[in-house]
């Protein structure tokens, strides 16, 4: 069978984790973060730590969960292992359909999005300026939109665990580096006196192509992973 797929190339990986980067949800929690750090009076200094105190939260547990599913994955026998590829190809597919829809009609129906009680919370949350508080909340963050938005990570774990190695798992911590990279550039941005009013209007406008691009990423990434499984493509 076409299991014996070899690792994506690192094309694959930087793509998909660069479009995956521009998560509304990470992004968002830390901009209110920073908001009510500097609202308070706290000076750029400390915005700057608590900014990659919760950057290091997310890479962290981001990181443990990708290891952990790729090893549950390597796990399962070979022949199980196609039709679960197969499986999370459609999954994705599906996902990818529901981000576009989010382009043309935002909010209406159906969306993957973090519930509304989730969200709450993480407001909550980001409120509390203690360094294992904000530590709490990048944990909290990565652990409620893995299952909710985490469809390109979940496509690009399958084909790790076809082929798991050092290389592989270098490949999971690049991911992870572009992943929360987005992160570290507004955190810097604001530090070199870029207006957190500007962010938040970046994220606001730019919220319709993120999902479109998402999307279409997924719908292509999705027939990957189905082509590896099935053998019509073999990556050496």
């Known amino acids: 069978m076409g299991i014996e797929a070899q690792l994506p190339t690192i094309l694959t990986v930087i793509l998909t984790a660069a479009i995956d980067s521009i998560n509304p949800c990470a992004i968002g929690v830390l901009i209110l973060m920073i908001s009510v750090v500097l609202g308070s009076g706290g000076s750029i200094k400390r915005m700057v730590f608590l900014g990659f105190v919760y950057t290091a939260s997310v890479f962290v547990v981001y990181l443990a969960a990708g290891i952990g599913l790729v090893y549950y994955f390597a ?5 199980v292992v196609e039709y679960l590829s197969i499986s999370v190809g459609i ?7 529901l981000e576009i829809k989010d382009y043309f009609w935002y909010g209406r129906g159906f969306s993957l999005s973090i519930p509304k009680t989730a969200s709450q919370k ?3 949350y980001a409120s509390r300026m203690s360094v294992w508080g904000i530590m709490f ?5 990565s652990a409620v939109e893995l299952p909710c938005t985490g ?3 979940l496509a690009i774990i399958t084909i790790l665990s076809q082929y798991f190695d050092f290389t592989a798992l270098m490949l999971l911590v690049l991911y992870n580096f572009i992943f929360v990279s ?7 941005l604001i530090a070199a006196g ?10 606001q406008d730019s919220r319709g192509t ?3 691009f998402i999307g279409l990423l997924l719908i292509a990434l999705s027939w990957f992973l189905i082509l590896i499984a099935n053998g019509t493509i073999n990556l050496g």
């Not at 909340?137 to 963050?141: E, I, M, Q, T």
């Open 122 to 124: 993480l407001h909550n």
């Open 75 to 79: 796990s399962i026998p070979l022949f």
């Open 137 to 141: 909340l990048g944990a909290f963050v």
């Open 210 to 212: 993120m999902r479109l």
């Open 91 to 97: 999954f994705v597919i599906f996902a990818g359909l």
């Open 151 to 153: 469809a390109p990570y």
């Open 194 to 203: 870029k207006k957190i009013e500007d962010i938040q209007q970046w994220k």
């Open 182 to 188: 987005p992160l570290i550039i507004i955190i810097l």
